[in-house]
């Protein structure tokens, strides 16, 4: 049997022809800019959201908090507690100390004598101090006499150089000597003249004389000679004279200068008169230094005498007769100088013993009742403040009272019992109500319009807020009782508040620490 061979083309399916078809293509703007900046805005949007308190503008307030108060009322003048006390002067006893070195020779008052403000209270040696004195007073009449000469030596200075008289005299005898000199200087001509004349007369009669030899005698030629030379010898001196003249007068005209410019200048005069005038000062600063010197030793001597400088009573006698004081030695020591001690009866102090855990019972100006076995009746005081140590064996904390009007048995050292009592209540609740808690504010706070109260408060977000409150009865001085309005845990606006307005963005810088201070401490 023959296979025919089969033609796997004739199987073949012939399939119409398509055109490819074009798709249009989706633009890639909106997949690459639009949904990522969509979502980039919303990220920024969610970022502003978030951050926006951090941007925006912020007005700086202070911030006080609500003061809550629960506790129980008790009434004024209760008594609290019991402390045991001694008296002692208020602040401290008053040291009398003398003031000056030396060695006591008598003390003039007893332990617990009343003495008065000067009054003297103990005696020194005075005896050197007296001598020392003296010599003082002595040193300073002896400036005063070298004071007073040496004023009379500056007024003689000062007379002869207002009135050089000694320089006119001198001046005036110049030129009298130069007028006398410059008068013969103009007579030398003259003179002169007339010697020459009488040499001339003589010559001719000598000559004459000679001519008649054995005529006339021998002696009256010899005489006529004789006149003949001094009349020479009378000329040549006077030509001689005229130079001599030419230079006095010139030299008594240098004088007269020198004395005129002298008596215009007053040079020695004048030094003399500073001079005086130096001398003057220096006699009056010795004088001022002695007086000074004086007066120390007289203050030292006044110092024998120590004094008592406030009305009191003594209180103990510290130094004894014989005993020596330094004064104001500085190298001294701290009570070597004190004599006595005084207190004023009239400011006595209480320092009570309190134990611990009353101590938070104590309030300054509480009223305080003090009892003691030298005085009947009950003594009124009032606490000062406590110390700031508290002794660690008894276990309490001393605290000082003050004592209104002590009566006169009270003395320091003497042991007493403080009562101290309830003080005046900050506040002032109703009967019925003894517990109830209460919030407290700043007076000043408030703001008032008519019966409408209100106060602005800051909200946890940040927000300023004018809430509307209902003042209570209870309160202080300084802080007023809000019974609505307000709760306990917010923060009332202390600071800017005439430039706040609702709703407006704040921020807190800082607690007012000024404002209810002393009455949020209590």
Known sequence: ?????LDLRELALERPKHEPETKPRRKPWLTRYVIPGGILVGFLVLIGVATREHFMPHKAVTVVPVVVVRAEVQQEGTPLFQAAGWVEPRPTPINVAALTEGVIDELLVVEG?????????????DVDAKLTHQQAEATVALREAELESAAAERKGARLRHENPLHLQAALAE???QLAKS???????????????????????????????????AVR???KAQSEYKSAEATLKELQQRAPRLQRQVAALKNRVDALSGQLSLLIDETRQLDDAEAKY??????????????????????????????TGRVLALV???????????????????????????????????VRLEDVSLVVPGQPVEIETASSKE???????????????????????????????????????????????????????EPYKERMLIPRQLVQSEGENHSVWVVDPGGIARRKAITLGNAGTKELVEVVEGISPTDKLISSNQQELESEMRVKIVGEDATIGLSDRRS
């Open 319 to 353: 130094a004894s007769p014989g005993s020596r004081v330094m004064g104001l030695d500085a190298n001294a020591g701290q009570s070597s100088s004190i004599v006595v001690s005084l207190y004023d009866p009239a400011r006595l102090q209480v320092r009570a013993d």
């Open 1 to 5: 049997m023959s296979h025919a061979q």
């Open 113 to 125: 004598q009343e003495v008065s403000a000067g009054e003297p209270v103990a005696k020194l040696i």
């Open 281 to 310: 000062k220096a006699a009056e600063a010795r004088l001022a230094e002695a007086k000074v010197a004086a007066a120390k030793t007289s203050l030292a001597f006044e110092r024998t005498v120590v004094c008592a400088p406030i």
């Open 174 to 176: 110049a030129e009298s």
């Open 378 to 432: 009950k003594i009124i005081g009032r606490v000062l403040l406590p110390t700031s140590a508290a002794n660690i064996q008894k276990n309490t904390l001393e605290v000082k009272v003050a004592l209104d009007n002590p009566p006169p048995a009270i003395r320091p050292e003497m042991l007493v019992t403080a009562t101290f009592l309830a003080p005046p209540q900050v506040i002032l609740p109703s009967d019925d």
């Open 220 to 222: 009256t030629v010899q």
């Open 182 to 216: 410059e008068t013969d200087g103009a007579q030398i001509p003259f003179l002169i003249d007339a010697t020459q004349a009488q040499v001339d007369y003589a010559r001719q009669n000598l000559e004459g004389k000679q001519a008649a030899k054995d005529a006339v």
